[in-house]
Structure formats: C-alpha cells, structure tokens
C-alpha cells in the first residue's frame, strides 16, 4: 500500500499555527522549539494539526518546518524569499514572551448606596461581654434569692 500526500492549494493559519511555524523555524535546536510550543493544549494541537498537513515534521524527534511550511510561511508573510522572518514573523516570534509588569488598575469605586456597616450597632468588645455577662449571673441570684426569701416569709 503507497501512502500519496495531498499538495495543499491554499493554507489559512491561525495566528496560534503561525506562532507555531515561527517559533520551530527560528529555533536554534528541536529541543528549544518544542519547550516553546509546548505551553499548552493549543499550541500542542497546533504542532499536531501542522505535522499532519506536512507543514512541520516531528519525526525521531526533530522539529522542523519542511519546505511546504516554508512556501506557506512565505504565502503568509512571515518570512522573505531568503528564509529570514519579515517583521510580522518577528511579532510571531516574540509573542507570548513580553515580560508583563503590573501596573496600577484602574481604581473601582465604592458601590452606591450607604457605607459598609452605617446604622448598625458596633460590636460590643469582649469586655463589655464579659460585663453583661456578670450582669446576667447577678440577676440570677438576685432572682434566685428572691425566690428563696419569698418561700420562706
């Protein structure tokens, strides 16, 4: 049985499959390329999906663009006729890998409305708990001894 490939006529990467391409293309080794394809489920199906349109080839674990993912790369701008990245593939190239520095968000306003605990009581402290506790403790006696007193009159 003679496995045929189908010549593709017409590609449209994502922009995920060109970050792809790109990323494989300008890596100095197999081994770099994949540790930067293989952020997650996306990229990992992107390299799948351009080993099986024979874009990329993954076999003995090499990782290279074949010549029909050049001619592609080159259909889709992302490098010259010399094999080098055009300045969109350089944006290819460097996506995902922009050091993000966290700058102040904007600042959210308090919700309309009366303010956080506005007309309610303040919680009492422990010492004034402890207070109405032995408050509570002398009416019972009192209470207690009321009772007693009436008992015996």
């Given at each position: 049985m003679l496995k045929e490939r189908r010549t593709l006529s017409t590609v449209h990467l994502t922009d995920i499959q060109k970050e792809?391409?790109?990323?494989?293309h300008q890596a100095p080794s197999p081994t770099v390329a994949d540790e930067q394809i293989?952020?997650?489920?996306?990229?990992v199906a992107a390299r799948q999906l351009l080993a099986k349109l024979?874009?990329?080839?993954?076999?003995?674990?090499n990782l290279v663009v074949t010549d029909t993912g050049l001619d592609v790369m080159k259909d889709e701008?992302?490098?010259?006729?010399?094999?080098?990245l055009t300045e969109?593939?350089?944006?290819?190239?460097?996506?995902?890998?922009?050091?993000?520095?966290?700058?102040p968000?904007?600042?959210?306003?308090?919700?309309?409305?009366?303010?956080i605990g506005a007309g309610t009581p303040p919680m009492p402290s422990l010492e004034g708990l402890t207070f109405f506790r032995q408050i509570h403790q002398n009416v019972q006696q009192v209470d207690l001894l009321e009772q007693l007193t009436s008992d015996s009159s």
């Open positions: 792809v391409l790109v990323k494989i293989s952020k997650g489920r996306n990229y024979d874009l990329v080839d993954t076999a003995e674990d701008g992302l490098v010259d006729d010399a094999g080098e969109q593939g350089n944006k290819y190239a460097t996506k995902g890998t922009e050091q993000r520095t966290p700058g968000g904007p600042e959210i306003p308090p919700p309309p409305g009366p303010e």
